[in-house]
């Protein structure tokens, strides 16, 4: 039963059909599943989304208990990229004209360490370079990344670590180059709700500017085209790319003379859905079942937990 | 008298009741051992099945076995099952012979409770068929 109700929300799609992308239709029933799917454990990317409980088009905890029927059980869903990638600070060296950053990565699945292919991206204001590497068998690399120092503010480092065919996950490292101050926490700026190839920014200040939004994935990088633009939301569209990578969201800007870089991923991986375990319900009494799930051709992890019905414990 | 025979009473009851509850957990220790493995079994099976179909999703499964690549079927087998599941598979074709000639295995020794999952491949390329058995076991 319990790993029936498991497979149910990974293989129906829901009710409406497209209820990932369509915001002003109620959620009639519940299910991840990419609608017209081809093959089982194919996922929607915006329902997926809509799980993000930072989204501005999140569905709610009780909206989905109440399509499920399932109010006093818990429930939990987990999506995650299968491999974690880490990054570190290893060196920072000032050559003149240009600074040069040395970077640990490593590449890791369940804590056993793993080899992968790395794409880098180096993200400064407008300023975008682009470098490979690897992981050796140990789950180790580095990556080195110059910065001209006629450019200052905050800078990401983003790496998308690839295990050939279809798995991909990503690591990302918020440093200041040339200023005093460290970054910010993310959604300080601005709060990003990817959904249906749209990327909605949400500006925490009025003093604020978007100086530029783009998209990285393990193959491509672009800019993202403005769509609309108001007092305090811009909406920017998202190219549909064929690649399997998970898509990194990228919006640069200044609020007054802080200069500012955050991001959100497209699906927001990881995340956590659902009831509270380790707080309000007894682990004991659960039931966790693994799954390989697919988004967009890229890899996940799922892991569905269901606990004993009316288990308030 | 009367007193010590009070005592016996007493000493009968407290072995009846000891009685009572060592055979009531001596019943349900083995009830709830039996429900943990059906759990662990099903658990096995629905994580097989999904590996299977994952890696068949693009015919990479097909392509390995037509390749008699085994290493490389072997080292995706390991990355995408999770961490604790030993792991044993055997290729065979449509007259049921063996097809690997090398062990598919992995994760540690089969212990007890092994599953084993049957499952239907059809190569795309050759449009040959083949049957996967898949053995699983937690390791304990």
């Known amino acids: 039963m319990d790993c029936g109700l ?10 409406p059909a497209n209820w990932g992308s369509q915001t002003d239709t109620s959620l009639m029933r519940f299910g991840l599943a990419k ?6 454990f194919e996922l929607d990317i915006d329902k997926v989304a809509r799980l993000n409980q930072e989204s501005a088009y999140h569905v709610s905890l009780l909206d989905v208990f109440k399509t499920l029927s399932v109010q006093d059980k818990p429930l939990k869903v987990s999506i995650r990229p299968l491999l974690d990638v880490t990054l570190d600070l290893a060196s920072k060296t000032d050559e003149g004209d240009e600074t040069i950053y040395r970077f640990n990565v490593y590449t890791k699945k369940s804590n056993s360490p793993m080899a992968s292919s790395l794409r880098c991206y180096t993200v400064l204001g407008d300023y975008v370079v682009n470098t490979t590497s690897s992981t050796s068998t140990l789950g180790v690399g580095t990556v080195d990344v110059s910065l001209p120092n006629s450019l200052n503010g905050t800078a990401l480092l983003i790496t998308l670590a690839k295990i050939e065919p279809r798995i991909v996950s990503y690591g990302i490292y918020s440093f200041k180059h040339d200023t005093g101050d460290e970054p910010y926490p993310l959604g300080t700026f601005v ?6 190839y749209m990327l909605r920014v949400e500006l925490q200040y009025l003093t604020e500017e978007i100086s530029s939004a783009k998209v990285f994935t393990y193959n491509y990088s672009f800019n993202l085209a403005t769509v609309t633009k108001s007092t305090g ?10 690649d ?8 640069t800007g200044f609020n007054q003379s802080i200069s500012f870089a955050e991001w959100v991923t497209y699906p927001p991986l990881p995340l956590d859905f659902g009831s509270d375990f380790m707080e309000k319900h007894d682990p004991m009494n659960s039931l ?12 996940y992890e799922c892991e569905i937990t269901l606990g004993e019905q009316g288990d308030d414990a | 008298m009367l007193r010590n025979r009070d005592g016996q009473v007493r000493v009968l009851e407290a072995f009846l009741a000891s009685t009572l509850v060592f055979s009531a957990l001596l019943v349900t220790v083995p009830i709830r051992t039996a429900v943990e493995n059906s759990r662990d079994r099903e658990t096995l099976y629905v994580i097989g099945l999904n590996m299977l179909i994952e890696l068949d999703r693009e015919g990479e499964l097909g392509n390995l076995v037509a390749k008699n690549d085994w290493s490389t079927l072997s080292k995706r087998l390991s990355t995408l099952l999770p961490l604790g599941v030993a792991y044993n598979l055997t290729v065979y074709n449509e007259d049921m012979g063996i097809v690997n000639n090398s062990p598919i295995s992995g994760g540690g020794t089969l212990v007890n409770n092994v599953l084993s999952i049957q499952y239907l491949l059809a190569e795309r390329i050759s449009c040959q068929f083949y049957v996967i058995r898949l053995q699983l076991s937690w390791m304990k």
Not at chain 1, 6 to 15: F, H, Q, S, T, V
Not at chain 1, 191 to 196: I, Y
Not at chain 1, 233 to 242: G, T, W
């Open chain 1, 288 to 299: 966790s079942l693994h799954f390989l799930v697919n988004i967009n051709s890229a890899l």
């Open chain 1, 6 to 15: 498991a497979e149910y929300l990974l293989l129906d799609p829901g009710d």
């Open chain 1, 233 to 242: 939301i811009e909406q920017y569209s998202i190219p549909q790319l064929q």
């Open chain 1, 244 to 251: 399997v990578s998970p898509m990194v969201l990228v919006v």
């Open chain 1, 191 to 196: 709060r990003l709700s990817p959904l249906n």
């Open chain 1, 35 to 40: 609608s017209g799917f081809t093959t089982p």
